[in-house]
């Protein structure tokens, strides 16, 4: 048997470590608009007549914003991007494209349709990324919500149910509604003093009991939530049976489809129509002709009054000298290039180490999943392919690229497999939720960020107590590498953030260390 | 204000050689070959840099070390281990296992990288291992036989410059022939013979103390 909860365990659950009366003045006192929903308001200084050159080092998000706002106001940018193509880790994979992943260099073959196409690196777009989407809407990039939690797709583990796929809806309803019982409980025990009224109370019983579809006398009996086991429409639907409690408890899964919609991922998600690149594409738009592609930097010396730049292109050394300098280069890699920097800012730069985010796709011959009721969302397994995505774009249309692999903190387990062991692995993990997976689809591409040229890992990892949060150590270090170096050299991206793995991330470091550099170029000019 | 310098001419050949073999290709595949070939990014095997630094100088942030200076013959000795799998298979050598799927190259790639590599010029590492180098200068009296007195490496027996190389590295090479990680597959016999001579270091602060000694031995 469970072991009962009590309703005092119950209530310090609710308050962490401060108990309910805690839990209850948090309350209160919580700010329920905080400051980070605003976009930042830049007010850069316009040039005007004055002139100001400007390298942008690495063709990233961030880079892009530098290379954007500046331009607006005057100064002189170039961008030196070592790859192909800008964007970095804002990858969207189409009919054509190369996959520059070292070692294990790949040719996308989708089908050459505006629908058919992966967002390899970043996919979503969470609506409180506020200075994102303000680009977004500047920049004319067209969104469309992103369906991320999908009830009707499917929970496999191996340890559950025989391996048998459930899907999401039957998972969830059962899993809520023994929780909520073991709640109901608790709340009954008179035995102990509660610090609610009884009005108060009598709401959180009831929405206990909401929460989990509860009977009138507060116990789980299965629940109409999960769809019918038949009829619904046309005749009175027969309700599905429950799944036994300790069946479910049989997987860990939990952590995954229960907290789908929290965190990062609560707030609506929206993504770019036709894929995440047309933020690039917009920023582009703009600032297109001051990037110079295959320009690989080789060297970053700060002077007393601006930046030496050296790099290579088309096999000549070329040299550049700016005023400023905005690095997005991974500070990994960094490490590897000529610079003068001082010894505590190398230190930093030393110190973070790289994720190892890894990604798969398939070109679905048909679009199979809509016949099983699942219209975009997320499938989630206990295997090593973990996440089995269902587009969310292209509804109804006849092929779509389904997403057949997401680890985002131990993808070295397919990483440092060969591209034929990936894809093997990926067909047979998916086999468990869609039998005959392996004719269903063609096509596959693979994306070990810790390999792909120029980038070597997602993202930026400061703190190595994970979980913990970060040291004190870790924080100065972090300020180090924030701040600029002379004045001049300022490092951006998501990795001069604290929350690395996001563009909003990378926007917002570079709108800082546009702010500082305004800052001082106001004072030089006054 | 732009300056610009041209590398090796041998670069220059090298990159329209490529250009004129794709067009020499396409013409034979015919005419739909070059359609796809004007449309795809093209890519080369000259991507050690991303790695390995500014012109092969090593990058701690990758563990990949210096290549510039590095002598031909063990360079493509290294190449060829890496590719044939005698190295960078064990699963605790990450580094390696790192490194072991860009060695997958044509021999004629390994011969234009190893032409390549030898146009860097060799820039002395910076010192990261801190060591006792007197006692290191004791333990290194057997490695001295194969590596040299002044650890500028022997040709002749097959052992490489150790003087100069980055300092980590040497002591994660050292800290994996010590633990089996590297020098133990039947087909790796120079690294065989590596592995047998590690007996005498009995535990981490030995490498730091033979890395230090080699640090205070000039680079080249
Ligand atoms: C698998 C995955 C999933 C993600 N999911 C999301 C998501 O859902 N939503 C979201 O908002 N974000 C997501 N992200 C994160 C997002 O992609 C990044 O935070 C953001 O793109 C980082 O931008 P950046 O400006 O820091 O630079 P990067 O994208 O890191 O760009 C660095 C640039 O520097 C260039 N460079 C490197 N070396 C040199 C050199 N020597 N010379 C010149 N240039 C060089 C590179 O080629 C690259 O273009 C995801 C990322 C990954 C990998």
Redesign the interface.
Known sequence: MVKSVSRREFLNLLGATGGTAAALRAGTALNLLPASASAAALDLLNLGSNRRKIAILGGGISGLTVAYELNKQGYDCTVLEASHRCGGRVLTLRHGDLIDEIGNRQYCEFDDEPHMYFNAGAARIPSTHRNLLSYCKKLNVELEVFINENKTSFVQDDNMLGGKPIRNIDYTTNMRGFMAELMAKAMSNEALDAPFTESEGETLLGMIRSFGDLSEDYLYTGSFRAGYAKGGFLKHGVQKDMIAFRDLLKSRLGRQVMGANEGDTGPILMQPVGGMDRIIAGFLHHVGDQVKYRAMVTSVQVTDNGVNVAYDQDGVRHNLSADYCFNCIPTHLMVGIEHNFPSDYVKAMKYVRRGEAYKAAFQAKRRFWEDMDAYGGISWSNTKSRQLWYPTHGIHKAKGILLGAYDYGGGMYHTVMSQDERIESHIADHEKIHPNFRELVEKPVTIGWHRMNHMLGCSARWSRNFGQGWSHEEESLYHTLQAPVNGRHFFIGDQISMHSAWQESAVMSAQWALNHMDAQVRVELA | ???????KAF??I??LGIRVFALVAASYLGLSALAVAA???S?NDR?C???????G??????E?PRLAGMEEWYLRRQLENFRAGIRGYHPMDTAG??MR??A?LTDESITDIVDWVGGWDYEPTEITIEGNAQTGESLYGVCATCHGIDAKGNAAIGAPSLAGQNDWYLATQLINFIAGHRGRHEDDVYGQQMAAMVDTLTDESDVRDVVAYINSLEPR
């Open positions: 204000m732009q300056i610009s310098v041209p590398l670069h220059k090298w990159l449309e795809k990014e890519y991507y840099t991303t790695c390995h630094g500014t012109d100088r090593g990058n701690e942030g990758i990949a296992i790192a799927p860009m997958k």
